[in-house]
């Protein structure tokens, strides 16, 4: 088997058992961080994400908190 033979035959392994494979499936879950980390009273104000902004902070002040 020569070089160029061996190389091909390496290219179609690799392209090929990927393509073969089985997919992976996941089940999807909600995530519960939000609920679970930041607090359930930032949520009841309908802060999920602060878009209430920072304590004690000015974002147009100082720009880099949001960066």
Do not use: Q
Not at 40 to 66: A, Q, T, W
Request: glycine share 8%; charged share 20%; net charge negative.
């Amino acid at each position: 088997m020569d070089k160029t033979t061996a190389v091909s035959f390496v290219m179609i392994i690799i392209f090929t058992i990927p393509t073969l494979s089985p997919v992976v499936t996941a089940e999807w879950e909600s995530d519960g961080w939000i609920k679970n980390l930041i607090g359930p009273d930032r949520l009841s104000m309908g802060d999920e994400f602060g878009c209430h902004g920072f304590e004690n902070k000015d974002v147009n002040e100082n720009p880099y908190l949001i960066e």
